[in-house]
């Protein structure tokens, strides 16, 4: 067995070695945790191994491709961060700024007093939101009815974020690290600065430049994207609308599969966009290599560094930090990870997860359909595990 304790580094391995384990850990969940997968595996910028396994909708019968359109949930995020990013780097938008400057009614509180919260603090999740599925039923979030950006409320953005200011923040800004709906009101920021609306801004500064046709805020062919599934005591039930899942102490998300084909319902920048594996791992890519066509290497850095300290640990795990927007792995050994440090990762609660390991040259996604188990269920570690070799 491999020891877990010491900096690791990726083994001289063969391709076909890397695929035949990654092609048993398909064999084991694809069909019975999960209903489909695409796994994507890259190493210094070659793809060397993509497969799709399973059904994208299991009651047609349709396969799954490496093609197949997902809803992203919080694989959004990297989009709208990089499309933020673009804009410091270019001027339009300062990270130390307080978001007032361009959401002037934007003004929460905390212990009764306003607190300022900047581009910065929404970047690294320490402006004090959080998201409504942390909460139990009579959490605050319920009770204001904000919207976690991946249901269908009924409401614009602008309301969302006028019910999200009512409610008091859970901390004062800076001082603590709690995921949140903090890319929602970032992506309300970006449409204030570049005077667009956010589907636009994204595509003028992140899906047009890397020629990324098949992402975007509303699927062009919603029957196109793959099924949504939910974890069910005898396996993934096929998602209703809406559709609730238990998540965290008491609390749910509750998912609107047909948001994504629904051109009223607002730009989530933290959850509402859909797109392909290809696509994403295109966006991965780019960030590894230095952030061209999109941000300067330097920006990349400080998204890819950790600004928090120990901050996010009880949110994320021992071990992990986080940077402008990703989680960054500051001690493997603590985190008991063949990951090397620097190596940053997130997911997407409609069935997601994926990780970037510079030191490696590597860019691993894995897309699912199943919601939550494909974002950290299982699957997520034994697919790490089998690109690295560990047993």
């Known amino acids: 067995m491999q020891d877990r304790t010491a900096v690791p580094t990726l083994p001289e391995q063969s391709d076909a070695a890397l695929a035949g384990r990654v092609d048993a850990v ?7 945790s999960i209903v489909g ?16 396994m ?3 909708d299991r009651e047609s019968g349709r396969a799954m491709t490496p093609d197949t359109p997902f809803r992203l949930a ?17 001027g339009i938008l300062e990270l130390d700024a307080p978001i007032t400057c361009w959401l002037p009614a934007f003004r929460p509180r905390f212990d009764g007093a306003e607190a300022a919260i900047t581009i910065r603090h929404l970047l690294s999740h320490t402006s004090g939101l959080g998201y409504r599925f942390f909460q139990p039923p009579d959490g605050a979030y319920h009770a204001a009815g904000i919207s976690d950006g991946i249901d269908r409320p009924g409401f614009d953005l602008a309301e969302n974020l006028r019910r999200l200011a009512g409610v008091p923040l859970n901390f004062a ?19 204030a600065a570049a005077g667009r609306p956010l589907a636009e801004v994204v595509r003028d500064h992140v899906t047009g430049p890397l020629g990324l046709t098949g992402t975007g805020f509303q699927a062009a062919e919603a029957e196109a994207l793959a099924t949504a599934y939910a974890d069910g005591a005898d ?23 047909a948001r994504a084909g629904d051109a009223s319902a607002y730009p989530s920048g933290g959850a509402g966009m859909v797109g392909t594996p290809g696509d994403f791992v295109m966006l991965l890519e780019a960030l590894r290599t230095g952030g061209a066509p999109l941000l300067r290497p330097e ?7 950790n600004t928090v300290g120990a901050m996010a640990e009880p949110g994320i795990g021992v071990g992990w930090g986080f940077g402008l927007g990703v989680a960054v792995l500051v001690d493997p050994a603590a985190a008991a990870t063949p990951q090397a440090v620097g190596t940053w990762r997130w997911g997407g609660v409609y069935g997601h997860n994926w990780f970037v390991d510079p030191a490696a040259g590597l860019v691993v996604a894995t897309f699912t359909n199943t919601a939550v188990s494909g974002m950290n269920g299982a699957i997520r570690e034994a697919v790490r595990d089998a690109v690295y070799g560990v047993e």
């Not at 997968?37 to 799709?52: L, P």
């Not at 995020?77 to 990089?82: L, R």
Request: charged residues 15%.
């Open 74 to 90: 919080s694989v959004t995020k990297p989009y709208v961060t990089v499309a933020a990013l673009a804009l410091v780097d270019r």
């Open 173 to 191: 800004p800076g001082s603590a690290w709690l995921y949140s709906l903090a890319t929602d009101v970032l992506g309300a920021v970006l449409e």
């Open 235 to 257: 396996g993934p039930v096929r998602m209703a609308d809406p559709h609730a899942v238990p998540f965290g102490e008491g609390g749910a998300i509750v998912f609107s599969p």
């Open 299 to 305: 920006t990349v850095t400080a998204l890819t560094t």
């Open 54 to 56: 399973g059904d994208a």
């Open 26 to 32: 398909l064999d084991s969940f694809v069909g019975n």
């Open 37 to 52: 997968a695409v796994v994507t595996v890259a190493r210094d910028g070659k793809v060397v191994y993509r497969r799709a």
